[in-house]
């Protein structure tokens, strides 16, 4: 009978769209109840509800109560059949409500996570770690997954993925990003930046490291090294005079004949992977972004107990190490750049990241009536002025507000060399 119903009302084209309207009714509000409104009928549909409940309807919209349908099934010959089990029948499924799914999909998330956990309780991987990182993919709710019908790829990435950074902690050396796949999955292209496992590694290693999530190449090579991952060892670099370089074994002979020499030298990731620490005489080292203002001071203080280094503009992650390593031993660092919104930006960062141990060098309203030049700062630029934290460059930034034109170390290089010389008065 019920067959015989569901081919009925399938046999006319006239019951589709309120078949349908049925349908959705019933996925919004786990009922059949309310109206059934069909603008603009075909004649088909006006047919239809007219066969079916006896009256015809006219203008330009039909509208009907569920509970008239209903009662005209119960009047039939199929008065035996339920309008839930026509609907179904008439679509050939089983038809969820909306909180049926939600139920449903907690559910088997629930159960998804509860596999991961186990998966790694037996393989001797679940420890605070693993806990801390699967509560914030679950907070997270799907930025670093996503959660099918399928879910066997998703769970072996999360999986795998803890796995790995449970390697990476428990690590005493370096290894490569191809080698951790490989050594984890079998497959030395998993972790790749351009692969979902790879970016979930690095949301999992930016969290843990309590790193604000960065696409930025450098931020991203910094991540890495500080998570012992192997990085591009030779697109980072930053040039130092003065400073000495210690390895396990005691300071770095190579770069101690450059100091001898009274020479600049280049450091690379590749260079800094065995050094532990970096000092320098005075204590006292000064930083430029610029590399002609770095070798004009590096040769004007030829032969003298002088620390300096180039960052050649935007901060690699060679620098911060380096950097990080010197205020570990108690170094002050003089920072200077350009006075335009980059620099200013420069700055604020490396204050914020060693606060008291860099002082802020040449960027006074001062120097920026000495150095400012003929070039006007987009108002693209103008705006990162808005983001900068520290207090001591509040001046600075209304005076830059105002003149809108950029200030260049290389026309304060007498003043720089001064400034060096006071603050090492013995020179």
């Known amino acids: 009978m019920l067959n015989e119903c569901i081919r009925y009302f399938k046999e006319s084209k006239g019951y589709k769209r309120i078949f349908q309207q049925l349908k959705d009714k019933y996925i919004s509000y786990g009922k059949l109840s309310g109206n059934i409104v069909i603008d603009n009928p075909e004649k088909i549909e006006v047919e239809a509800i007219k066969g079916l409940l006896g009256r015809v309807m006219e203008g330009n919209k039909i509208k009907f109560k569920i509970s008239e349908f209903e009662k005209v099934l119960k009047e039939s010959r199929f008065r ?67 959660h099918d019908a399928d879910n066997t790829e998703t769970e072996n990435m999360i999986y795998f993925t803890i796995k790995a950074i449970n390697f990476l902690k428990k690590s ?39 790193m604000e999530y960065t696409k930025e190449a450098e931020k991203v090579l910094e991540l890495y090294y500080i998570s012992g991952i192997e ?94 390593m010197l205020c570990r031993k108690g170094c002050t660092l003089y920072y200077s750049g350009d006075i335009d919104p980059e620099g200013i930006e420069i700055a604020d960062k490396l204050i914020q990241r060693r606060g008291s141990k860099i002082i802020p060098w040449c960027f006074t309203i001062e120097d920026y009536k000495l150095n400012i030049s003929e070039k006007i700062i987009s108002e693209e630029s103008m705006k990162k002025l808005e983001k900068i934290k520290s207090d001591c460059f509040i001046e600075l930034i209304e005076e830059v507000k105002n003149k809108k034109r950029a200030g260049y170390q290389e026309l304060i290089l007498d003043k720089m060399k001064e400034d060096i010389k006071k603050i090492n008065w013995d020179l």
Do not use: W
């Open 80 to 146: 035996e059949i339920e309008l839930m089990d026509l609907l179904e029948g008439y679509f050939s499924e089983s038809i969820i409500t909306k909180k049926e799914k939600k139920i449903e999909k907690e559910m088997s998330k629930e159960i998804f996570f509860q596999n991961i956990k186990e998966r790694l309780k037996i393989a001797e991987e679940y420890n605070e770690t693993a806990a801390e990182l699967l509560e914030k993919i679950i907070r997270d709710k799907g930025s670093f997954y996503k």
């Open 231 to 324: 990085v591009d060892t030779i697109s980072s670099f930053t040039t130092a005079f003065g400073i000495s370089l210690h390895t396990e074994k005691g300071i770095h002979q190579a770069y101690e004949e450059f100091i001898k020499q009274s020479e600049e030298y280049i450091i690379t990731m590749s260079n800094l992977k065995k050094v532990i620490k970096a000092d320098c005489k005075r204590k006292k080292v000064f930083i430029v972004e610029n590399q002609m203002v770095f070798s004009y001071l590096c040769e004007y203080f030829k032969d003298k107990e002088i620390a300096l280094l180039c960052t050649s503009g935007q901060l690699k992650t060679a620098s911060l190490i380096l950097i990080d």
């Open 172 to 210: 005493k050396e370096r290894i490569k990003i191809a080698i951790l796949g490989a050594e984890i999955t079998s497959n030395p292209h998993y972790f790749d930046r351009g692969m979902p496992a790879g970016q979930l590694l690095l949301n999992l290693l930016f969290h843990i490291n309590n």
